[in-house]
């Protein structure tokens, strides 16, 4: 199987995979695709240039990956698991500590090592990059450039490790999701999975809810609670039609081939402008022995 | 009276400061304060080097801004209005289109334009700024350089727009809060809006739930929607614990001296781990005359 994660090497998301690779019994099977971005994956994914992909969805820090989320609304991808990743930033470079001038990561590794550069390096001058390991590469030009990326990659690129564990807070992690198109996506889910009754599900949702109806959001709610099931998440992000309207992606535990989530699923679904089911896949940690 | 603002000149959040001081019929009595990046209006409001701070919260195209939902949830400030601005984010520079190898802005002008980036400068150099207008004044400095800000500052920093309406999509605004001090808040909004009961209004809190409470986001937004109180935001944030745990930041209409609110909030205290008040607030557009 061919899985597109974010490259070069030494990513997170390649961390991801293997963990899922890992925890699906799978090992030596699978080859890594290495994508430019984020969106890179997901287009890869379209055209069939693999058949898994694993991107970043939420970080403890700061939170959702926005791109991730807005390709989830878009493209036609099922997710089929999860996996969650601890994250352990360090600053490196070729140069020492006082050289440094411009430092690269993604977003979310800058985001997530706000408070850091703010109080150690107030003056620098902030690339973004696709992924922490391009970063990495990249730092390895000048010796006044700095990357924020895992300590794997130090070795990986030559470069020292200046400062370490640099994030704002020191418990990091990300949830990684893995997709595929929807058609396939089943497919996968029973080779991958099997269908163990023992296993923990997980079920995630994006709900659109029309603007004039107040207490959508509350009604919807309610068919959760009346049944019982346990919302693990829920996410807003804008519609991107008007300001202060928004889609929802909910989370929850369960899987939609339960009667209680289908009958749940069945009466939201009349009270939503929109539903889109992303898929129901085995939660982290509670990959079932057999796999 | 000083309004701390993102600066140099020319941001969005000094048109969103000027707005603001139009609707409240100031104009010329006020002054701006230029700080480097949201996180220093928060600095600066805190050690009073000004009276009010306005920052952004949240954009159409690109959701919330995580650094002041951070703050807000930090510091101890109280929201005291609102506004919404227009951006039409331009690509800003001394040289040509062909030119360009290096983009500067802030990184929501950079999310809010990530598809155009992709498609038009795939391999262009994305450095992220305090602010837009920053983006600009460094891109002074080389024809190789180019800002995404507003076309305002094309003129101030004596750049060529070359191109417009850069944004993923035409529609692009940004939501603006004006803040101040928990214990001068009451004074300002006394000052600058009266009390008219004609005024209509919105409340922001902030709750924190209770992981092992199922259904608590429900019950919550029960005793909005019984006592018909419409909400019109609710976005989570991570409470930067435990993946998966959550802060939730609510929006509604109405003002928290009517009893009806008063009532709801007295409700949902005892349900909640924490209830942070962040302030009751006259809604964009609906400024009242005396004013």
């Keep these: 199987m061919i899985i597109g994660v974010l490259g070069p090497k030494g990513t997170y998301s390649e961390k991801a995979a293997e963990q899922w690779i890992e925890k699906t019994g799978r090992k030596g099977e699978d080859v890594l695709e290495y994508c430019a971005d984020i969106q890179d994956v997901f287009s890869l994914l379209e055209k069939d240039g693999c058949d898994i992909g694993v991107v970043p969805l939420e970080n403890s820090i700061e939170g959702s990956v926005g791109i991730t989320l807005d390709r989830l609304m878009e493209n036609d991808v099922q997710i089929i698991g999860e996996t969650i990743v601890t994250v352990e930033h360090c600053l490196l470079s070729r140069g020492k500590k006082e050289d440094i001038k411009v430092i690269l990561s993604h977003p979310q590794g800058l985001g997530q090592c706000r408070q850091f550069l703010k109080e150690q390096f107030p003056a620098a001058e902030l690339r973004t990059t696709g992924s922490t390991s391009h970063a990495a590469k990249l730092a390895t030009e000048f010796e006044e450039m700095a990357a924020i990326a895992s300590p794997e990659t130090a070795d990986m690129y030559d470069l020292n490790i200046v400062m370490s564990n640099i994030q704002d807070r020191r418990y990091n992690h990300t949830r990684f999701i893995t997709i595929t198109k929807k058609d396939t996506g ?34 919807i709610l309610g068919e959760f609670a009346n049944s019982n099931i346990n919302l693990t998440r829920i996410e807003s992000r804008p519609s991107k039609k008007v300001l202060g309207d928004y889609v929802f992606y909910i989370d929850f535990k369960g899987n939609i081939s339960d009667a209680i989530i289908k009958d749940a699923l069945y009466n939201i679904e009349p009270k939503v402008g929109m539903l889109k089911m992303l898929g129901s896949y085995s939660e982290f940690d509670s990959y079932c022995e057999s796999n």
């Design 186 to 219: 089943q497919k996968f889910i029973k080779q991958l999975q099997g269908n163990d009754p023992e296993c923990s599900y997980k079920t995630s949702i994006i709900v659109y809810l029309d603007r004039d109806r107040p207490g959508a959001l509350y009604n």
